[in-house]
Structures are given as structure tokens and as C-alpha cells.
């Protein structure tokens, strides 16, 4: 359990780093924001028809009386717009990090680089890192949505659709979340999607203590767009923690033991 205190502490050291390094922090708010201008937007016409969809889905209700049509579609309002938050909780950090792989990549570096020690770096061009990354988020977002599925359907069952759903939704998001955050300093330490997915299953509670605290924050609106660049600072601190940062002769941080694969 210790793991779960462990991740938190990262999380708020990344956050702690972050505002201590002012333009750091400006520099990381701008991806964030471009993101969340498109996402309030979709979420605005998601809420706005929600219920014209569930109205078509359920043609087979039109007849049913009363107070039973109303309590389905209701249900089912409620059920799109909490699958469409969920969604746009987990692809919003995937968007913002692809939108902002450049941004991001050289806060990561700096993190790096203050806690001492050689930088790791991919030597990949830019346009590679864009491609890697948009290639490996459309995976893991793949996945996401899978289990989305499947929350969004056991969420019709009495008792347990009302309560344990729900945290499992939010466990799972945040084990995503920490998943894409942490892809920017693994990436650049040149491991690939299914070695960074072995490694965090390994320490599932650290990875827990990072993400779910930072899934519900990203609930509040705005909220998202200022915790991002500390939220990737934390990510690469949790990184050096995952990985080692062994030292050299001189004390100083080596290059991660990983060897860069072709991806």
C-alpha cells in the first residue's frame, strides 16, 4: 500500500516543480489549452444531445407508460454524458500530449536535467516521436475504450452499475492516464508501447497513486489544463523512480539500462 502514497508524493512533486519553474509552467499550459477549447466544445453539444440520441436508440420505448419510459431514458442520459466525461477524461491527456509532444518533450528533458545527470533522448527526428506517439495512443485508446464498453454496460446493473462501476471507471482511468503521461520520458528512454505497458503493470499501485488522484481533479473544469505541466513532470519523476537512474563514477545519473529498440 505503501506504492499508493508513493505515486500521490509524485504527483505532487511534479506539481511542485512545475510552478517553482515559472516559464516551464507557461510554456506547458499552452497544448492544455488549445485542447480544452475543443473538448468544452464537445462536450457542450454532447450534453446538449444526449438526449435526441437516446431517443432514437430506444424507438422499442415510445409506448411504455409512465413513470417507466422516463426512468429509461433518463438512465440512459445520465449513462452517455458520464461514457462521454470518462472518454474525454482519458483521450483529453492523449490529445493534449500529442497536440503538445514538443512542449512536453522538452519540460520532460528539463526534469531530467535538474535532478542531474546525463538527459536521455531517443535521437529520433521529430516527425518519428509525432508518429510513435499518435501510433501508440490510438493502442492504448483502443483498449480504453474496450473497457468503456464494458463499464458502460455493467453500469445497468442494479446496486453494483451505482457504486462499484463507478470506482472502477475511475481506477481504470487514472491507471490509462498515468499510462499516456508517463509514455513522454519512456519514449525518450526508448522503450517501447509493450515494454512501458510491462513495466508499469509491475508497480500497478504506484502507477494507481499517480493517476486516480489526478483523474478527479481533471473533473473540475480548467482544472486539467494547469495541473498538465506538472503532471508531466511528476510522470518523469515517477519514470526515474520505475527505471533507475543509476550513477556513474563521478556521481553522476547515468543513461537509463534501456537500449533503445526500432519501434
Known amino acids: 500500500m505503501s506504492d499508493l502514497g508513493a505515486g500521490f508524493g509524485y504527483l505532487m512533486k511534479g506539481q511542485r ?8 509552467l507557461a510554456f506547458g499550459l499552452l497544448p492544455g489549452l488549445i485542447t480544452l477549447v475543443v473538448y468544452a466544445g464537445a ?3 454532447l450534453g446538449h444531445g444526449a438526449d435526441d440520441f437516446v431517443g ?12 417507466w419510459l422516463g426512468l429509461l431514458r433518463n438512465t440512459l442520459v445520465v449513462l452517455v454524458y458520464v461514457l462521454g466525461l470518462f472518454l474525454a477524461v482519458i483521450t483529453f491527456t492523449a490529445v493534449t500530449l500529442l497536440v503538445g509532444q514538443p512542449f ?11 535532478e542531474g545527470g546525463e538527459v536521455p533522448g531517443s535521437g529520433l527526428p521529430l516527425w518519428r516521436e509525432l508518429w510513435i506517439s499518435a501510433r501508440d495512443s490510438v493502442r492504448v485508446l483502443l483498449r480504453v475504450a474496450l473497457y468503456g464498453v464494458l463499464l458502460f454496460a455493467l453500469g445497468f446493473v442494479p446496486v453494483i452499475g451505482q457504486t462499484v462501476v463507478p470506482a472502477l471507471g475511475f481506477c481504470l482511468s487514472g491507471y490509462f492516464l498515468a499510462q499516456e503521461l508517463t509514455s513522454v520520458a519512456l519514449q525518450r528512454r526508448g522503450m517501447v508501447l509493450a515494454d512501458r505497458l510491462t513495466l508499469l503493470r509491475g508497480r500497478r499501485l504506484l502507477v494507481l497513486g499517480f493517476g486516480v488522484p489526478l483523474t478527479l481533479s481533471f473533473l473540475v473544469p480548467f482544472v486539467a489544463v494547469f495541473l498538465m505541466p506538472g503532471a508531466v513532470a511528476g510522470a518523469t519523476l515517477l519514470v526515474r523512480d520505475l527505471v533507475g537512474a543509476p550513477r556513474g563514477e563521478d556521481g553522476a545519473a547515468a ?3 534501456y537500449t533503445l529498440r526500432k519501434n
Open 17 to 24: 516543480w512545475a510552478f517553482g519553474h515559472g516559464r516551464w
Open 43 to 45: 462536450l457542450i453539444g
Open 56 to 67: 432514437w436508440a430506444t424507438p422499442f420505448a415510445d409506448d411504455w407508460s409512465s413513470p
Open 104 to 114: 512536453y518533450e522538452s519540460l520532460s528533458e528539463e526534469v531530467d536535467r535538474s
Open 255 to 257: 543513461r537509463t539500462p
